[in-house]
Nanobody, 122 residues
Framework: VQLQASGGGLVQAGGSLRLSCAAS????????LAWFRQAPGKEREFVGV????????DYADSVKGRFTISRDNAKNAVYLYMSSLKPEDTAVYYC????????????????WGQGTLVTVSS
């Protein structure tokens, strides 16, 4: 599956933003989808994951209660709605897919989008 993320931009602290990730291919439903992010000078980290049907989600503690991941299998898309944004949320955000398990383990993900930059100003 090929992934393309979009929706990044500059937003003030406390604001909201929705990222989208469009996927190609007919087997979209067979993939667990996740968002990861990489801040300047830091390693890439897990943000959120959604199961094949969308019935299960999980989030990093740092974004729980502020970010929501969702998917639309009919549109081959996954979304990340981010609210109450903080300057420390500034990062390049990546969508990723794998078919093995419902997991936050980055090493399991073998399909990656190109990333979209989110900048949160204070």
């Amino acid at each position: 599956v090929q992934l393309q993320a979009s929706g990044g931009g500059l937003v003030q602290a406390g604001g909201s933003l929705r990222l989208s990730c469009a996927a190609s291919g007919r087997t979209f439903r067979s993939y667990v989808l996740a968002w990861f992010r990489q801040a300047p000078g830091k390693e890439r980290e897990f943000v959120g994951v959604i199961s094949w049907s969308g019935s299960s989600t999980d989030y990093a503690d740092s974004v729980k209660g502020r970010f929501t991941i969702s998917r639309d299998n009919a549109k081959n898309a996954v979304y990340l709605y981010m609210s109450s944004l903080k300057p420390e949320d500034t990062a390049v955000y990546y969508c990723a897919a794998q078919s093995r398990s419902f997991s936050s383990n980055e090493r399991l993900y073998d399909n990656w989008g190109q990333g979209t930059l989110v900048t949160v100003s204070s």
